[in-house]
């Protein structure tokens, strides 16, 4: 059966930049394949950098492949980086150290009015990367 959502593991600036609708892109090395497309990617906030709680949402319609070997437009390039708030050097510099890497779309980010724990999404420790999540908290409602 189809997961409903995944959660992701994210930086604060990162986390801040799809909640303030600058970043368009995520880069990721890897990509959900048991979602039902569209999916909801929650946004928890790690650690290191933040406040280690859920402080978010998107909606992720679709991806993009990108495959170190391919050489893509620089043009093309250049509005991935952009969307992904990089400049095309960076996104150059992991695409020529990973084996590919995916641009995840970000559309209709939503903050949290309060960030939530982990425990609300049914798991208990923060995923690496990302991980699925069963029981999502809120369908395509908007909270604010």
């Not at 409903?4 to 990721?28: C, M, N, P, W």
């Not at 425990?119 to 029981?135: D, M, R, T």
Request: aromatic letters at 12%.
């Amino acid at each position: 059966m189809p997961k409903q959502a995944v959660l992701l593991s994210i930086h604060r600036t990162h986390a801040e930049r799809i909640l303030d609708g600058l970043k368009t892109f995520e880069i990721r090395s890897t990509i959900p394949k048991h979602v039902r497309w569209p999916y909801t990617a929650y946004l928890y906030e790690t650690k290191t950098s933040g406040c280690g709680l859920v402080i978010g949402q998107f909606t992720c319609r679709g991806y993009i492949f990108m495959e170190p070997y391919a050489k893509l437009n620089p043009e093309y390039m250049k509005k991935i980086a952009d969307g992904a708030c990089l400049t095309t050097e960076e996104l150059t510099y992991a695409l020529d150290h990973a084996d590919y890497l995916c641009a995840y779309s970000v559309s209709d980010p939503i903050r949290y009015p309060s960030p939530l724990p982990i425990s609300q999404l049914g798991i208990s420790k923060a995923p690496q990367s990302w991980c699925y999540v069963e029981n999502p908290l809120f369908k395509e409602e908007k909270i604010c």
